[in-house]
């Protein structure tokens, strides 16, 4: 029985920066595509307020950075007053229960089409490259893409200005900070991935110049609202929507130092088990080296489980664990992981349906249980 009691690695407290957390056990940034019309709604107020604890971090599903940002129905933005105002009252619930909350901030880029676009134009991104039409995430529907235009050198600084307006707008709206979504396979991921640029300017390329638009965007949002409010997602080892890079290792590392200069709060990083959307695959490939090079926080996410995750923090390959669809469909997953209480199961058709309630915040919590 003493042994039970001991804590367990993820439920040690954490100073992230200016933050005083209490565990270590992250609500991951997903897209529950419940935004009517690209505005929060009041049913996120709950969702967010059930998966929060005091001293607990939420990162916010992405929110798009501008009206060009968009690939799929219904996901929030940050780009308007409206949406700003929509914001306000979500982030409010997380602040009355002691949590600490961070949007994360994005452009899909070519991961679009049209009919997303204003006036019906084509996506932007580092390439005119098309993507493959595929089944998206919700494995119902396939994806149709329409071929993307290629941002002209000159437009470059207007995309790097959207996100330092959405991280203003972030900060206005509440929020404790801002994560950049430089992963996936989305706009910042397609300027640092050589299956995707083929640029032959200053942004294509060198390994330098394919992270410049990354870096760009990480010190104009630094600048905006503080380095101490500034974290990044990346995932160099994925290979989401067409977008692998010849030399994954590479590229993590260079980021993770270049990342050093900008004195960010934190990097978030994506494991090199998770290659497509989900799934799980033996690899020889780590995130240490990238843990090692960089200097602030270190977050770690893709597949991970109670038991792999104290484990990265024991072994200290992490500071923070991320959890997606385990805390998707445990509200109180750190109080479960405390207890070793089972999990409930997680049911992927409701993921990305539109329903307010139903696979949203409709998953018991432990007492409801008893």
């Given amino acids: ?10 439920l040690t407290p954490y100073k992230l920066g200016k933050f005083n957390l209490s565990h270590r056990v992250v609500l991951a940034p997903m897209a529950r595509l419940r935004s009517y019309g690209n505005v929060p709604q009041p049913h996120a107020i709950l969702y967010y307020s059930q998966r929060t604890s005091k001293g607990g971090l939420l990162i916010a599903e992405a929110a798009g950075v501008s009206d060009t940002a968009q690939g799929y129905p219904d996901t929030p933005g940050i780009w308007t007053k409206e949406q700003v ?3 306000k009252p979500i982030v409010d619930a997380v602040h009355a229960k002691g949590g600490v909350f961070f949007c994360q901030i994005l452009h899909v880029g070519r991961v ?10 084509a ?16 494995g119902i529907d396939v994806a149709d893409f329409t071929p993307p235009r290629r941002l002209r ?24 900070g801002v994560e950049i979504h430089g992963a996936h396979g989305y706009l910042i991921d397609q300027f640092m991935k050589d299956e995707v640029n083929d640029r032959t300017d200053q942004y294509g390329g060198s390994l330098e ?17 503080g380095a101490d409010r500034v974290g990044i997602r990346l995932s160099p080892f994925a290979d989401y929507r067409e977008s692998g890079d010849s030399d994954p290792k590479a590229l993590g590392l260079y980021m ?17 088990r998770m290659k497509t959307v989900g799934e799980i695959s033996d690899c020889p490939h780590s995130l240490v080296p990238m843990r090692k090079a960089f200097k602030g926080s270190f977050f770690v996410a893709g597949g991970y489980q109670r038991e792999d995750g104290n484990k990265a923090i024991a072994e200290d390959h992490a500071d923070l664990v991320v959890f997606g669809r385990l805390f998707l469909a445990n509200p109180d997953l750190p109080k ?15 993921f990305y349906t539109s329903d307010p309630v139903v696979g949203y915040s409709d998953y018991p919590f432990l007492e409801d249980n008893a």
């Avoid at 679009?112 to 134009?121: L, R, T, Y």
């Avoid at 993507?131 to 919700?138: G, M, R």
């Avoid at 110049?209 to 609202?225: D, K, P, Q, S, T």
């Avoid at 993770?256 to 090199?272: D, F, Q, R, T, W």
Wanted: hydrophobic share 40%; with cysteine; glycine share 4%.
């Fill in 1 to 10: 029985m003493a042994a039970e009691a001991a804590t367990i690695p993820l």
């Fill in 256 to 272: 993770a130092e270049s990342l050093n200069k900008y004195g960010i709060l934190y990097c978030h990083m994506v494991e090199p």
């Fill in 112 to 121: 679009s089409n049209q009919g997303f676009q204003p006036n019906g134009q």
């Fill in 153 to 176: 050198i000159e437009e470059i600084p207007q995309i790097v200005n959207d996100f330092r307006l959405a991280a203003r707008n972030a900060i206005e709206a509440g929020f404790d």
């Fill in 209 to 225: 110049n394919r992270c410049r638009f990354a870096l760009e965007v990480v010190e104009a949002v630094a600048n905006e609202i």
């Fill in 123 to 138: 996506p932007i991104s580092s390439t005119d490259k098309p993507l493959t039409p595929q089944n998206e995430a919700n």
């Fill in 85 to 87: 105002e929509a914001w």
């Fill in 336 to 350: 479960r992981f405390k207890l070793n209480a089972p999990l409930n199961k997680y049911n992927r058709d409701t």
